[in-house]
């Protein structure tokens, strides 16, 4: 192969990727890129494969893919078990205040051992609701089970009894998911059916007492509701590895809140996970080129 390659950590400019991918046969892509109608008429239609390096696929306009018979691989599987640990790692930040305690050691807010202060919320005894009990969803439950949890509740498209069986874990309607949950995690892949689903209705729903921790995309949130509940009290505390646009503006309300604990997109950010899914995507690519079967293909 003839590789044109975009040698820089940042994204490719707008304008170098339509020149670059013009007359293209395959074409190798992050999240960060919009493959939009627009690259795929610079591509040409020379253009027969697309591989992404991501488990996601919302910056793809597949109608448009599909409509010139152009193959998707992407990289499932390979980041559950980093994003999982990642989840619960936010999970405990936040239910635990743990950047707001270090934040009180360096800052000289530490003076004396007191009975209630930087209390938070524990795991043990408690139910925990999961938005998609896909991969993610499942490999996060296995790793909060041993932390002494009472109850898993899960809500998606459907019933998925034979995963929710590892965890006795009970399927409800997002309503009660809200309502009854101590921790809501967040996996589910963004479609037109969850995206804005964790809104005012939702927030308002849920306990004060109540942990919200998204690692999916953060379309499925609505910022500013999520804002309001946690200033207002509504819910105790949340942890975003995702939010509405990335990077987030250093001046947006969320980050003013001590009780909010955001992280920039780091949920498959192991050295392993990355290696592993690179090695995927070109792969995928390589397949698609040859006509072969792809590692793994995305069923348009």
Not at 183 to 208: E, H, I, S, W, Y
Not at 241 to 255: A, G, N, R, S
Not at 263 to 290: C, E, F, K, Q, W
Request: glycine share 8%; with cysteine.
């Amino acid at each position: 192969c003839r590789v044109q390659q975009w040698d820089s950590e940042e994204p490719v400019p707008r304008a170098e990727l339509l020149a670059g991918v013009a007359g293209t046969r395959g074409l190798l892509c992050l999240l960060s890129d919009r493959i939009d109608r627009e690259v795929l008429d610079a591509a040409g239609p020379d253009l027969k494969v697309i591989s992404t390096l991501s488990v996601g696929f919302d910056h793809l306009a597949l109608d448009e893919i599909k409509k010139r018979g152009i193959r998707v691989g992407y990289t499932p599987d390979v980041l559950t078990d980093a994003t999982a640990e990642l989840s619960v790692a936010l999970l405990l930040s936040a239910c635990r205040r743990l950047p707001e305690a270090a934040e009180q050691v360096k800052s000289g807010g530490w003076t004396t051992w007191k009975p209630l202060w930087m209390c938070g919320y524990g795991l043990s005894d408690s139910t925990v609701g999961i938005i998609g009990l896909g991969r993610i969803g499942q490999a996060v439950a296995r790793r909060l089970k041993p932390f002494g949890v009472r109850k898993f509740l899960y809500t998606g498209s459907g019933p998925k009894p034979e995963s929710a069986a590892e965890f006795g874990a009970e399927f409800v309607p997002l309503t009660r998911l809200a309502e009854e949950s101590d921790f809501v995690v967040v996996t589910c892949a963004l479609t037109p059916a969850t995206q804005g689903m964790c809104n005012k209705d939702f927030f308002g729903r849920m306990k004060k007492t109540s942990v919200f921790v998204n690692t999916s995309r953060g379309a499925v949130v609505n910022q500013e509701d999520l804002y309001d509940a946690l200033a207002n009290g509504q819910i105790a505390a949340a942890g975003l590895d995702v939010t509405t646009p990335e990077p987030l503006p250093v001046d947006h309300p969320l980050l003013s809140l001590k009780n909010c604990v955001i992280l920039p997109h780091i949920g498959s950010a192991t050295y392993a996970t990355r290696s592993t899914m690179a090695v995927l995507a070109a792969n995928n690519l390589l397949a698609g080129l040859r006509g072969e079967p792809m590692p793994h293909e995305l069923k348009l």
